[in-house]
């Protein structure tokens, strides 16, 4: 029940939108949105679309996690006592 | 960007894997209160890369879990009325309740019908008329929230024979009954798609009122590990804060549409929790502009007494008391096919999760 799934909206007509799930095209509701357009993704929970999926944000995510890996959590620490 | 395998890389994973064993250097239990986290966690066999320090505790997040076994029996007995039809999400039709399930009940040939969202409840109620169509909610904010824009549809439609049984609850009420009960949290990792309709204020009181932070997590094995790791520097540092690690999803507002429509159609109300008892405001019940379409008001039935189920620790299992192999009933008795306990039938429950993946 908790899953969501990200989904690209392929069609709108309305409240109701076709979208594809990893290439399967289901029916979702797009009751809960506004602005959303074809080509966006948005996460599918039991047939609405819940929000919007921000693909900047997604971005940033994955660029911290890459900078994470050169940041030495014990140096930092050690400095800070220090 | 497909949203999913780029939050499965696995250099990412083993980096955070790293981070996170460096980062503990005290024994901390972190807790997830949500089915999808349960079921992820387990399937991405996280618990296996963690220190020894870190401890992961399964929450009440899973809906069918939680939920008495009075609905069930209540439900069951709605499914014994002739001309009703029972609509529900899959996982509920096998929860055993005191003497009979759902399941049960179908083999004898009641009209219940699996379905994956409240909109195809509607679309059932409008095919046949002449019935009455009761659809089962259950589900925390998330799935309250599709079920008050079903209710939504449904009175903008006059659909006079489309019913709600609703077992709708909100997580922060359980969070902090469980801190209140005294057992030991240190961090929670903070449900996404709940967070995703509320925004992250719910969690506010945590770090504030206990000194325990709250980061909201996305469900891929780097979102999960990323959110570990926030918690651990949290602890580190001694700041406890609220912060959203799922934030391609999350905003600190939440769905501001979604959350209006779910004030226009419920109103919380005291509710019981497996594990925990009777919670003050913890769930959601239709407000009375839509007694109409409340199965509990609308539809009189006589429900039998409870009986609760022997030898089953799905209670301290919500709570993080327990985990599943410690219950005597695990992998015997009760299994994935053979369900004692509710904890034992979602794929989202911790006995379920652990039993297919954890072993």
Redesign the interface.
């Known amino acids: ?4 799934i ?1 989904s690209k909206i392929i069609s709108i007509d309305g409240d109701a939108a076709i979208v594809s799930v ?1 290439g399967t095209e289901v ?1 979702a ?1 797009l ?4 602005d959303v357009k074809v080509g966006d ?1 948005v ?1 599918l ?4 679309a ?2 919007k ?3 900047a ?6 660029e ?3 900078k ?2 050169y940041i030495n ?2 140096t930092d ?1 050690a400095q800070k006592k220090q | ?4 395998d ?2 499965r890389n696995a250099e ?1 994973v083993k ?2 894997v790293g ?1 996170i064993s ?2 503990a250097t005290k024994d901390v239990a972190l807790m997830e209160v ?4 349960t079921w992820a966690i387990q399937k991405s066999g996280i618990p296996s890369l963690m220190p020894r320090e870190v401890r992961l505790l399964s929450g009440p ?4 879990c939680v939920t008495g076994r009075k609905y069930i029996d209540q439900a069951v007995a709605y499914s014994r009325i002739k001309d009703v039809i029972i609509t529900t ?1 899959g ?1 509920l039709i096998r929860v055993p309740g005191s003497t009979s399930s759902l399941n049960l009940e179908k083999s004898k040939g009641a009209d219940i019908r699996i379905v ?5 409840a509607l679309k059932i109620a409008r095919e046949n008329p002449s019935k009455k169509v009761i659809f089962l909610g ?3 904010e ?2 309250a ?2 079920s008050a ?1 079903g209710m ?2 449904a009175c903008k439609e006059n659909l006079r024979n489309f019913y709600l049984f609703s077992s709708h609850k909100i997580m922060p009420p359980a969070m902090e009954a469980l801190i209140d009960e005294g057992i030991k949290i240190n961090g929670y990792i903070a ?4 967070s ?2 509320t925004g992250s204020h719910i969690y506010d009181r945590f770090p504030e009122k206990y000194n325990v932070g709250c980061v909201i997590s996305g ?1 891929e094995p ?1 979102d999960i590990l ?1 959110t570990i ?1 926030m918690l651990l ?1 949290q602890i ?1 540092e001694e700041k406890y804060r609220v912060e959203i ?1 799922y ?5 600190p507002e939440g ?1 501001l ?2 959350k209006e ?1 779910i004030e226009e159609v419920f109103s919380l109300r005291d509710d019981w929790w497996r594990g925990l008892g009777v919670l003050k405001n913890s769930g959601l019940g239709l407000c009375n502009k839509y007694a109409s379409f409340d199965a509990e008001k609308m539809i009189a039935v006589e429900v039998e007494k409870t009986i609760e189920e022997k030898g089953c620790i799905c209670g301290e299992i919500l709570k993080g008391l327990k985990k599943p192999n410690e219950c005597k009933l695990f992998g015997k008795a009760c299994t994935p096919s053979n369900p004692v306990g509710s904890c034992m039938v ?1 794929h ?1 429950g911790a006995c379920a999760a652990y039993y297919n993946f954890g072993r």
């Not at chain 2, 997040?61 to 069918?64: A, K, T």
């Open positions: 029940m908790c899953l969501g990200p990893g029916e509701s009751q809960l949105l506004n993704f996460l929970h039991t047939g609405f819940i929000e999926i921000s693909d944000e997604a971005k940033e995510t994955l911290i996690l890459k994470l890996s959590d014990d620490e | 960007m497909e949203y999913i780029e939050f990412l980096m955070l981070k460096s980062m949500c089915g999808g986290h997040g899973c809906p069918v999400f996982d994956y969202s409240i909109l195809d259950i589900g925390f998330a799935t929230t599709s824009a939504l549809n449900p996404g798609h709940v995703a309709v469900f780097t990323q790791y520097k580190r690690q934030k391609r999803v999350v905003r769905n549409k979604a429509i979602s989202e």
